[in-house]
T-cell receptor, first 111, second 110 residues
């Protein structure tokens, strides 16, 4: 089975801190994604990557950056965390558009 | 931007009843997918229906697609308490991207 592992299940950070969310997949998928999920808003795409060192902005990239130095790892970076970035963050990987495999999510609270 | 919009936002039924969730989307698509999310967890892919298919079955799941109305429905038959979850439709929104709706929260009561 495909496994997508997010490094933290829960994370509490202070405003202004630099935050790293890590995601690792074990199926050699080309594509990896970061979504955030907020009540009533569903999943919104932050960034995605279709190859090593390649990245594309999603619908809400402001305040975030990403890094993909190796195929299996896709990191989401909050340069200076703010309270409005408190959310559930979901990583996913996929060989195509036809099926995404998700991690268990990281619930981030920024105080 | 939201490609898919689910309806209803929440649904509460008794075990054994059928649950129907609807999804509308905005642009032409080549497939539509449904995912399930248990509380506080990641999403799991349930089923994909292609634009040239009208109906597809998988176990107790039945998905329909009406491309003329830009809508899809997910039917769960003979629901169980374990079906309690949020259900999302998703459709391609560009190169290798999927865009998700806000989801339907389903509660199945024993």
């Amino acid at each position: 089975d495909v496994k997508v592992t997010q490094s933290s299940r829960y994370l509490v950070k202070r405003t202004g801190e630099k935050v790293f969310l890590e995601c690792v997949q074990d199926m050699d998928h080309e594509n990896m994604f970061w979504y955030r999920q907020d009540p009533g808003l569903g999943l919104r795409l932050i960034y995605f990557s279709y190859d090593v060192k390649m990245k594309e902005k999603g619908d809400i990239p402001e305040g975030y950056s990403v890094s993909r130095e190796k195929k299996e790892r896709f990191s989401l970076i909050l340069e200076s965390a703010s309270t409005n970035q408190t959310s559930m963050y979901l990583c996913a990987s996929s060989p195509s558009q036809e099926k995404l495999f998700f991690g268990s999510g990281t619930q981030l609270s920024v105080l | 931007s939201q490609q898919g919009e689910e309806d209803p936002q929440a649904l509460s039924i008794q075990e054994g009843e059928n649950a129907t969730m609807n999804c509308s989307y905005k642009t032409s698509i080549n497939n539509l997918q449904w995912y399930r999310q248990n509380s506080g967890r990641g999403l799991v892919h349930l089923i994909l229906i292609r634009s040239n298919e009208r109906e597809k079955h998988s176990g107790r799941l039945r998905v329909t697609l009406d491309t003329s109305k830009k809508s899809s429905s997910l039917l769960i038959t003979a629901s169980r308490a374990a079906d309690t979850a949020s259900y999302f439709c998703a459709s391609p929104g560009g190169y290798n991207k999927l865009i998700f709706g806000a989801g339907t929260r389903l509660a199945v009561h024993p």
